[in-house]
């Protein structure tokens, strides 16, 4: 039980890595509170399961966002981890992105503005509205879930890529900034493509076998947010490459 009692926020929780972290904290005791923008029955269904709490939350809207901040400091009086997982991925902008990537130019711009709005400012929004409590109890966890390099260089990928380039750059100058305070920042990613529901329905079902399971993403992210991990902080962790030995 390595996060016993503690508060957790898991956005995007109701599925795929998100679903994954959240489970996996709760079996070592965590208190897990999951959200997502839509699809609230997932978030229930999830929170049920794990005997948690589901706060329906648009990551990209700062009401929202003070909304669920200040629901869960109610309920639990502090938030000891954070896991910034909400994220928009490439069928926003483009169904068929896997096997007929398009150029930016024919993105439209309302597509282009949800991903930059959940994957870059969703994160900002979050982690500054956490902050500021987790300085008062001189603790605290955030994890911010990314990408391969390749993907964020990937043709046709595009505004998802760079927006992953984006939360990188911020994590790398978040976790300076936080450094001395008892909060910690690091980064972790799969290792590569993961059967979440950002994969399109036309993927071959032959190739399934092909995706990581989003489940790999548990281990890390406990350690992570565990006291063994206290001084660990601007890390970037490839999930399918660590081990709890090294």
Do not use: C
């Amino acid at each position: 039980m390595r996060l016993k009692d503690k508060v957790v926020i898991v956005t995007g929780g109701g599925r795929g890595i998100g679903k994954a972290i959240a489970e996996a904290f709760a079996g070592e005791g965590a208190k897990v509170v999951v959200t997502a923008a839509r699809q609230k029955n997932e978030i229930k269904d999830v929170a049920s399961k794990i005997g948690g709490f589901a706060i329906q939350t648009d990551v990209s809207k700062n009401e929202e966002v003070q909304r669920l901040v200040e629901a869960v400091m109610a309920q639990f009086g502090r938030i000891d981890i954070l896991v910034n997982n909400a994220a928009r991925g490439m069928k926003f902008v483009n169904e068929n992105f896997m096997t007929r990537p398009k150029p930016f130019w024919e993105a439209d711009p309302d597509a282009w503005r949800m991903v930059i709005d959940t994957n870059i400012n969703g994160v900002f929004l979050m982690t500054r509205a956490v902050i500021p409590h987790m300085l008062r109890q001189e603790s605290g966890r955030i994890i911010n879930i990314s990408i391969n390099y390749e993907t964020m260089k990937r043709k046709g990928f595009t505004p998802y890529g760079p927006s992953k380039v984006a939360l990188e750059s911020m994590s790398t100058i978040w976790a300076q900034e936080l450094d001395g305070t008892g909060i910690t920042l690091n980064v972790l990613l799969p290792g590569g493509a993961t059967d979440t529901g950002m994969i399109p329905d036309s993927f071959p079902e032959a190739r399934r076998s092909e995706l990581i399971d989003p489940s790999v993403m548990g281990p890390p992210a406990i350690y992570l947010a565990s006291d063994a991990a206290k001084g660990v902080n601007g890390q970037r962790i490839v999930a399918v490459e660590w081990s709890a030995t090294k």
